[in-house]
C-alpha cells in the first residue's frame, strides 16, 4: 500500500461512527452480511452525519458477498460503488486500487464547501484569522496560546485536503513546550500559506 493513505479498521458500526467523528475519511468500505440490513444502516447514518456537519461526502463502497448481493443492491443508492468481497491479500489490493481509481478527482488544494460558509457567516474568515493567530503568538513566544488556537482550527468542521494543515496544527499543539522557535515558524507559516489560498466550492 502507498504511504500517502492511512487504512483504519472498524469491528462493528459503533467503533465506525467513533472514526469518522475523529476524521473525515476519503473511502469507506462495508462489509456487507448476508441478510443483515446493518450495513445499509450505517451507511445512512455516514451519510446523514456527513450532511449535518457540511462534510463532503465519503466514498461509500459495499463489498457484497458473492453468493448473496441483495443487501447491496436493495441499497444501492446509499452506495458509491458495489464490489466483491475481497478473499485474498492481492484481492483486498485490488479493491483497494479498484476504489481508488472510481473516485472523483480533486486538484488537491485546500476548500471549504459554499454550504458551510452559509451556515456559518464569516467562517473562511474566522479560519484565516486564527490562522494569523497562530503566527503571531509563535512569533511573540506565547507558546501556549498558539497551541490553543492549533487545537481550535485542527478541530474545525467542513475543512477538505487540509490534512497538512492539521497536522502542523497538531505539532504545534503537542510541541509547543520543546520544540525550537524555527520550527513552530515553519509550522505556523504553512498553516497560514494554505488558509490564504483555501478555496470555496
Not at 452525519?49 to 441499497?75: F, H, K, N, R
Not at 467562517?123 to 481550535?152: C, P, W
Given at each position: 500500500?502507498?504511504?500517502?493513505?492511512?487504512?483504519?479498521?472498524?469491528?462493528?458500526?459503533?467503533?465506525?461512527?467513533?472514526?469518522?467523528?475523529?476524521?473525515?475519511?476519503?473511502?469507506?468500505?462495508?462489509?456487507?452480511?448476508?441478510?443483515?440490513?446493518?450495513?445499509?444502516?450505517?451507511?445512512?447514518?455516514?451519510?446523514?452525519?456527513?450532511?449535518?456537519?457540511?462534510?463532503?461526502?465519503?466514498?461509500?463502497?459495499?463489498?457484497?458477498?458473492?453468493?448473496?448481493?441483495?443487501?447491496?443492491?436493495?441499497?444501492?443508492?446509499?452506495?458509491?460503488q458495489v464490489l466483491p468481497e475481497?478473499?485474498?491479500?492481492?484481492?483486498?489490493?485490488?479493491?483497494?486500487?479498484?476504489?481508488?481509481?472510481?473516485?472523483?478527482?480533486?486538484?488537491?488544494?485546500?476548500?471549504?464547501?459554499?454550504?458551510?460558509?452559509?451556515?456559518?457567516?464569516?467562517?473562511?474568515?474566522?479560519?484565516?484569522?486564527?490562522?494569523?493567530?497562530?503566527?503571531?503568538?509563535?512569533?511573540?513566544?506565547?507558546?501556549?496560546?498558539?497551541?490553543?488556537?492549533?487545537?481550535?482550527?485542527?478541530?474545525?468542521?467542513?475543512?477538505?485536503?487540509?490534512?497538512?494543515?492539521?497536522?502542523?496544527?497538531?505539532?504545534?499543539?503537542?510541541?509547543?513546550?520543546?520544540?525550537?522557535?524555527?520550527?513552530?515558524?515553519?509550522?505556523?507559516?504553512?498553516?497560514?500559506?494554505?488558509?490564504?489560498?483555501?478555496?470555496?466550492?
Amino acid at each position: 500500500m502507498s504511504a500517502d493513505f492511512l487504512i483504519r479498521i472498524a469491528i462493528g458500526g459503533e467503533q465506525a461512527v467513533e472514526q469518522l467523528i475523529e476524521r473525515r475519511p476519503d473511502i469507506v468500505w462495508l462489509l456487507l452480511e448476508n441478510q443483515s440490513t446493518e450495513g445499509l444502516a450505517l451507511a445512512s447514518q455516514m451519510r446523514g452525519m456527513q450532511l449535518d456537519a457540511y462534510e463532503a461526502p465519503s466514498w461509500i463502497v459495499a463489498l457484497a458477498s458473492d453468493t448473496q448481493p441483495s443487501c447491496a443492491s436493495s441499497g444501492a443508492e446509499m452506495f458509491d460503488q458495489v464490489l466483491p468481497e475481497p478473499r485474498s491479500q492481492s484481492a483486498c489490493v485490488a479493491t483497494f486500487l479498484a476504489s481508488v481509481a472510481a473516485m472523483p478527482k480533486t486538484n488537491g488544494a485546500p476548500w471549504i464547501q459554499q454550504a458551510t460558509e452559509e451556515a456559518m457567516p464569516g467562517f473562511l474568515a474566522s479560519r484565516q484569522k486564527l490562522a494569523n493567530t497562530i503566527r503571531q503568538a509563535v512569533a511573540d513566544g506565547r507558546r501556549t496560546d498558539a497551541a490553543r488556537s492549533a487545537h481550535t482550527l485542527a478541530g474545525s468542521p467542513g475543512m477538505h485536503n487540509f490534512e497538512s494543515g492539521v497536522s502542523a496544527c497538531r505539532y504545534i499543539e503537542h510541541h509547543h513546550a520543546t520544540a525550537n522557535a524555527d520550527e513552530l515558524l515553519i509550522r505556523a507559516d504553512e498553516i497560514r500559506d494554505l488558509l490564504a489560498h483555501i478555496e470555496l466550492r
